[in-house]
């Protein structure tokens, strides 16, 4: 874009001169002035991106962006600035049409792959959205749902021709295996039993499938080989059975061996890699109503025994309906552990032979019904899951779901003290950021020193801490299992940095080829301003040097502009100018002379340094 008002010369001369305090000041007073168009209002958010002042950034670039013929960079700088005020929604918006601008970027292609970015620091009242299947059959049950090879596989009670029976407990019709072709829009088409010898004219349960989808596992009541078996006090149990694929039926089924006519085994699931069979089943020895098994299928066809998935995962009451994840996470539904009513779904991790702690997956998911048949595809986190929460409780209907957040969340508890006296630290700001460098939350300490804050179980996040007259602090918090963690955060007093006249901060990063103050930059940069603050009369001068990577030209110009941003975003936080001044040396000062360096000589002599150049006494 080219400037057609001649009043922006002067803050363009400052801001080509990586003055940027004082060109949004110009900048603004044109837009005061009635002379704002779309090229002052880049400028400004341009201005306020190099500082890192991300509202005045958004707010100028909100305005830019209304003009079409506005950069591609500045839709996505207005992205950026927008995830850092946690306004993923908007950025979502902006960076669809800087992906659309530029669809080749690695930026864009990145975006692509996950544009549905959620916050990562939980909800507690919404982590799914719920729709009812438009498949459910009116006042009958459907359950069951799960996808396979582009088809629909579900349970239902629906009309079937040539064969009408109901049965006692819900005087309902009896219930038979089916699939549908389903669109990638999640349209239903094609709705049949399946063919073969699976349905009878009794109930079939839930199925599963084999990784290759030949073979068929499916719960029914004991019926095999025209024979109806019953227990010796005349109850039909649940069984489970296989079937093979041929021409598109499923014919030669079988009964599993550890079947009994004297309990139940049914709701079977396989694991992605077909080696073991989950099931529930009330047989002797377990530890309440139902309880969940697992067995070893063996290659030659066999089965091993079955074993009790232990108490971290079984209660005194019933647990059903189990589904095993391509990464291992262990879905189920139970009404032992602690829910909302009736059968909810609960989810744990199975991490070297051993199940986490169990979770409840929360709501809209559960709800006061029962709530059942969970089954997700977790590369697009989409799913199914069953409930009777209509007005029929023996109206079983499917549900589609898309998790809107992590599953687990913990209650992280941050105590900020003084490093060298122990005393709490109230009124410390406590930044919590995501992986990506998001900042996704601010709170500052109370009079105890402590703030709190709900995550993600299974992400990592930083926190940056800092109170004036302090060093902050960068803290790393990885994924735990636990529900309640505590972090204790001890910030130095900010005299500590200061190193024979030098103040010394870890290392500044910027972006290659670029100037521009980034995020991590930004918190190291903010403790020279505590120093500067508390020392009223300091002067500091900021070196930037380069590696010997590029010509020698071309570097001494590089470490001048990232010398002079340094300044700037000093000056930008209230440092009078006349304290703070830059000058970049290129690679004409390495702190390694190295002939073939290495990579970790080239990050040494990349660096910048703030020499003290005059201290003056500290503030009262």
């Not at 020895?285 to 009790?308: C, E, F, H, R, W």
């Not at 300490?445 to 902050?472: F, I, R």
């Not at 500067?532 to 001068?541: D, G, S, T």
């Amino acid at each position: 874009m080219n400037a057609q008002n001649k009043n922006v010369l002067k803050a363009d001369k400052f801001f080509n001169k990586f003055q940027f305090v004082d060109a949004a000041r110009i900048y603004e007073a044109l837009v005061e002035k009635g002379q704002g168009d779309s090229y002052v209002y880049k400028k400004l958010g341009d201005s306020y991106y190099n500082l890192y002042d991300t509202k005045n950034a958004t707010k100028w670039y909100e305005k830019a962006v209304g003009d079409k013929n506005i950069g591609k960079e500045t839709y996505y700088k207005y992205a950026q600035m927008l995830k850092a005020n946690g306004n993923y929604q908007e950025a979502n918006k902006y960076m669809a049409k800087f992906a659309a601008m530029a669809p080749a970027d690695f930026r864009a292609i990145a975006y692509r792959k996950n544009p549905d970015f959620v916050p990562t620091l939980l909800s507690k009242e919404k982590k799914f959205n719920v729709q009812s299947l438009l498949i459910n059959a009116d006042m009958v049950q459907d359950f069951g749902g799960f996808v396979k090879d582009g088809k629909f596989y579900f349970t239902s009670a629906r009309d079937k021709e040539g064969i009408a029976k109901t049965y006692n407990w819900t005087e309902q019709p009896t219930i038979d295996l089916y699939q549908a072709g389903i669109t990638k829009e999640g349209a239903f088409f094609d709705i049949e039993a399946l063919k073969g010898d699976v349905n009878t004219k009794y109930n079939e349960g839930t199925m599963a499938l084999s990784p290759d989808g030949n073979t068929l596992y499916f719960s029914r009541n004991a019926y095999y080989n025209g024979k109806f078996e019953k227990d010796t006090i005349g109850v039909s149990n649940i069984k489970l059975y296989t079937a093979k694929k041929a021409d598109g039926r499923w014919t030669n089924v079988q009964e599993l061996p550890f079947n009994s006519d004297n309990f139940s085994t049914g709701h079977p699931a396989v694991t992605a890699d077909g080696k073991q069979l989950y099931f529930a089943s009330n047989r002797p020895g377990g530890y309440g109503q139902s309880d969940l098994y697992v067995v070893d299928i063996n290659s030659d066809g066999t089965y091993g025994a079955p074993k009790n998935l232990g108490q971290r995962i079984n209660t005194e009451g019933n647990e059903k309906f189990p589904f095993m994840s391509d990464t291992n996470n262990f879905y189920f539904s139970s009404d032992g552990h602690q829910g909302l009513g009736g059968l909810d779904v609960f989810y744990s991790k199975y991490v070297d032979g051993t199940f986490t702690k169990v979770r409840n997956v929360g709501v809209p998911l559960n709800s006061g019904a029962d709530d059942f048949s969970f089954w997700i595809d977790e590369a697009k986190q989409t799913g199914f899951f069953s409930s009777n929460r209509g007005e029929n409780g023996l109206d079983d209907n499917i549900y589609s779901f898309k998790a809107l957040a992590p599953l687990c969340d913990v209650l992280m508890t941050v105590h900020v003290t003084d490093k060298k006296t122990g005393e709490s630290l109230a009124n410390a700001e406590v930044a919590i950021s995501d992986a990506e460098g998001n900042q996704i939350g601010t709170k500052t300490t109370d009079d105890k020193g402590v703030v709190e804050y709900v995550v993600a179980c299974s992400e990592d996040y930083q926190l940056n801490t800092t109170k004036d007259e302090y060093e902050g602090k960068e803290t790393e918090f990885k994924q735990t299992d636990e529900e309640l963690v505590d972090i204790a955060i001890a910030l130095d007093p900010i005299e500590k940095i200061i190193v024979e006249e030098k103040i010394v901060l870890n290392p500044i990063y910027f972006d290659f080829d670029k100037s521009n103050i980034r995020k991590d930059a930004a918190f190291e940069l903010d403790k020279v301003v505590q120093v500067m603050m508390k020392y009223p009369n300091m002067v500091v001068h900021a070196e930037s040097h380069t590696d010997k990577r590029g010509t020698a030209n071309y570097n001494m110009k590089l470490s001048d502009r990232r010398a002079k941003t340094t300044a700037q975003y000093i000056i930008s936080k209230g440092i009078d100018a006349s304290r703070i001044s830059g000058d970049g040396y290129g690679e004409s000062r390495p702190k390694v002379d190295c002939a073939k360096c290495t990579e970790e000589e080239h990050q040494l002599n990349r660096r910048s340094e703030f020499i003290i150049v005059s201290r003056g006494e500290k503030a009262e």
